[in-house]
């Protein structure tokens, strides 16, 4: 049996805490690999301005290249229109044999509103889903049932000390001439440098 995660995100950009996220799933969910899906066109942001996918790509791409057992799909970006996540799965379900179990794993927020997501009682049937909270970030056994149903035993929280750390305040600490190292790898520092990224 073979075990997959797919770490979905916007990462604008990619941070230490997704990339701690990525390891511990990884060590936790005896994983196989984790494939980084940068989301093209997030549903929910549709009407927000965000990095372009090239770069948001581009710097996942350096920060997860130095670890053998990441990988960067640009399934979602090869997309045209919103990035589902069920279609993305849909795809990993495809490429995979039967036998693979499927981790999607992302942002606690994101997955309490999946049941708004597109077609969110297929999506629960493909795969398992991992919820990454920020310290302090509790969520009662009580509120997982209420949310998910008999779905619930496939979705699993854990705490990630890192994620204290956010793509938000990265943005807005380059804005406001702040440092940001330390809170994400060097070499996409260097990038965001060079593409001129996130200061006004
Ligand atoms: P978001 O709403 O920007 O993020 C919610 C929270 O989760 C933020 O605090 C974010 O921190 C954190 N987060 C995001 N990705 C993470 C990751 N991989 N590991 C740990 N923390 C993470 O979420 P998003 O990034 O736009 O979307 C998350 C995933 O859900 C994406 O794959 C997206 O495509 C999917 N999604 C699908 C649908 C749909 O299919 N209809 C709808 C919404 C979201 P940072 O800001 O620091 O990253």
Do not use: Q
């Not at 996540?85 to 995979?96: L, M, S």
């Not at 990454?132 to 998910?148: C, L, N, Q």
């Not at 854990?158 to 938000?168: D, K």
């Not at 260097?190 to 001129?196: D, H, L, T, V, W």
């Amino acid at each position: 049996m073979r075990r997959i995660g797919i770490m979905g995100g916007t990462f604008d950009p990619v941070h230490y805490g997704h990339l701690v996220t990525a390891e511990e799933a990884y060590h936790r969910f005896r994983l196989d690999k984790v494939v980084f899906v940068p989301s093209a066109h997030p549903p929910h942001k549709l009407d927000k301005v965000i990095t372009s996918p090239a770069h948001r790509y581009m710097m996942t791409v350096l920060a997860t290249m130095s670890n053998p057992h990441f990988e960067v799909s640009s399934v979602e970006i090869d997309r045209p229109g919103p990035s589902y996540a069920v279609d993305t799965v849909a795809t990993f379900r495809k490429d995979y044999p039967n036998n693979t179990a499927l981790y999607f794993i992302t942002g606690a927020d994101a997955i309490l509103e999946m049941l708004g997501w597109k077609d969110s009682t297929t999506l629960l049937r493909m795969c398992d889903f991992v919820a990454a909270t920020r310290p302090g970030y509790f969520i009662a056994d009580s509120k997982i049932a209420e949310v998910f149903g008999e779905h619930a035993s496939r979705v699993h929280f854990f705490e990630v000390p890192a994620l204290a750390i956010s793509s938000t305040d990265i943005r807005a600490r380059v804005r406001e001439g702040r440092p940001v190292r330390y809170l994400l790898p060097d070499i996409v520092i260097s990038y965001m440098e060079r593409a001129g990224l996130y200061a006004v």
